[in-house]
């Protein structure tokens, strides 16, 4: 458990020579068998994307301090739509095909023709690969445990500051646009959806932090652009059945005020489950 450390012991030409590509947080560790058994499992089913699970190590807890996926050592093949099919409507964590770019090994000849480099890149970046996968295989075996610094609600990873909030917005709109014109109407009424909840959400962060000044201008774009596609979103049935942008367009200050009476209760009942369960 060296962090941040490369300890795959696949020593084949191959991988010298740069066929293979993987992403690790510095802050975070892997298994050191991790590379060696996805690399035999994209050799075996011939994919361009192995995946293992992960799991979450929260140093900030008394007990419990790994949370993991429940290694049924199950190895999944995907192909095709299958695989963003999965990516968005499959379980929510651990079992399904992961966001993060770090749990996979790719072949390189694949990948590379992917380019990603802002803040929240993984959600703009994986579903363009997943589009273009031809097949991915999942072993679900926790290979990466990912290192959460502190607790939520006291560490930077909770604060949202301009630039990350119009990162956020940058992403979902790429994606959103992505799916626009592709031959999946499924995904790309989801992304549709998922951008104008970003913009919601993005506007609530703003509020929050509305005495920045580079805040209070992009509260008032985002409003604007919200305004813009109410017409759109009414006539659209997936959109329209969204209580979250039906609560935002009849009033988005009673909006705000509600996501933080609601906020406030989630933390509440996180900080007393830390306290009985450590």
């Keep these: 458990k060296n962090r941040g450390l490369f300890q795959a012991r696949i020593t084949g030409s191959e991988l010298a020579t740069g066929k293979y590509i993987a992403f690790v947080d510095s802050d975070d560790w892997i298994g050191p068998d991790m590379y060696e058994n996805l690399w035999n499992l994209l050799m075996e089913h011939d994919?361009?994307?192995?995946?293992?699970?992960?799991?979450?190590?929260?140093?900030?807890?008394?007990?419990?301090?790994?949370?993991?996926?429940?290694?049924?050592?199950?190895?999944?093949?995907?192909?095709?739509?299958?695989?963003?099919?999965?990516?968005?409507?499959?379980?929510?964590?651990?079992?399904?095909?992961?966001?993060?770019?770090?749990?996979?090994?790719?072949r390189?000849?694949?990948?590379?023709?992917?380019?990603?480099?802002?803040?929240?890149?993984?959600?703009?970046?994986?579903?363009?690969?997943?589009?273009?996968?031809?097949?991915?295989?999942?072993?679900?075996?926790?290979?990466?445990?990912?290192?959460i610094h502190l607790s939520p609600g006291e560490t930077s990873h909770s604060e949202k500051n301009y630039f990350k909030i119009q990162s956020s917005i940058t992403s979902a709109r790429l994606v959103a646009e992505f799916f626009a014109d592709k031959d999946i109407p499924k995904i790309a009424d989801y992304t549709h959806q998922r951008y104008l909840s970003t913009l919601t959400e993005s506007y609530f962060n703003c509020w929050q932090r509305r005495k920045d000044?580079?805040?209070?201008?992009?509260?008032?774009?985002?409003?604007?652009?919200?305004?813009?596609?109410?017409?759109?979103?009414?006539?659209?049935?997936?959109?329209?059945?969204?209580?979250?942008?039906r609560l935002f367009y009849f009033s988005p200050f009673l909006f705000c005020c509600l996501k933080t009476a609601y906020r406030w209760f989630r933390q509440l009942k996180y900080r007393i489950r830390v306290l009985v369960t450590g």
């Design 213 to 245: 000044q580079a805040c209070r201008k992009l509260k008032k774009d985002i409003l604007s652009e919200l305004r813009e596609k109410r017409g759109v979103a009414s006539k659209h049935p997936v959109l329209s059945a969204s209580r979250q942008l």
């Design 47 to 106: 994919a361009d994307i192995a995946e293992g699970s992960y799991r979450f190590y929260r140093p900030w807890k008394t007990q419990n301090k790994t949370l993991e996926c429940p290694n049924t050592e199950a190895v999944t093949v995907y192909s095709g739509h299958n695989i963003l099919d999965r990516f968005y409507f499959g379980p929510e964590m651990f079992s399904d095909i992961a966001v993060m770019v770090w749990n996979k090994l790719y």
């Design 108 to 147: 390189a000849d694949f990948i590379k023709k992917y380019r990603f480099g802002f803040i929240y890149e993984d959600s703009e970046f994986m579903p363009r690969v997943f589009y273009g996968c031809r097949k991915l295989v999942k072993h679900d075996h926790s290979y990466y445990t990912y290192n």
